[in-house]
């Protein structure tokens, strides 16, 4: 999820990173790899209490990250239609999911 902040500030900064000479993997492989990327850092997170849950037996409270799915399908939205500085609010946004994401997945560890 953290790899998620760094993907859209990479994403937002691609055409001064080029003209700095910054290689980025934005500025390497391009926007749509960027948005793809995006994309399967937040699937692969949805991806992890399945693991837990089939392979090492966790209860079903490993699922209460997914109570962040409209908010991952906002993020997802906001990848593909903003640009330039509109993508600083994906960036907040990426982050605050983050920390949702975060304390959902421990509690569902926890509990």
């Given amino acids: 999820m953290i ?3 760094l993907i859209v500030n990479n994403y937002r900064d691609i055409e001064e990173d080029k003209e700095a000479g910054k290689n980025t993997l934005a ?3 391009g926007r749509e790899f960027s948005r793809y990327e995006y994309i399967f850092f937040l699937l692969l997170s949805f991806f992890v209490p399945f693991i837990l ?3 090492f037996n966790f209860d079903e409270t490993i699922f209460l990250p997914y109570l962040t799915l409209p908010l991952a399908i906002l993020l997802v939205k906001m990848i593909f239609n903003y640009q330039g500085q509109q993508l600083n609010k994906t960036l907040e946004v990426s982050a605050k999911y ?3 994401y975060g304390l959902l997945f421990s509690a569902g560890m926890i509990i």
Wanted: proline letters at 0%; aromatic letters at 16%.
């Fill in 53 to 55: 849950y089939f392979e």
């Fill in 3 to 5: 790899t998620n902040i």
């Fill in 27 to 29: 500025v390497i492989l």
């Fill in 98 to 100: 983050s920390a949702l």
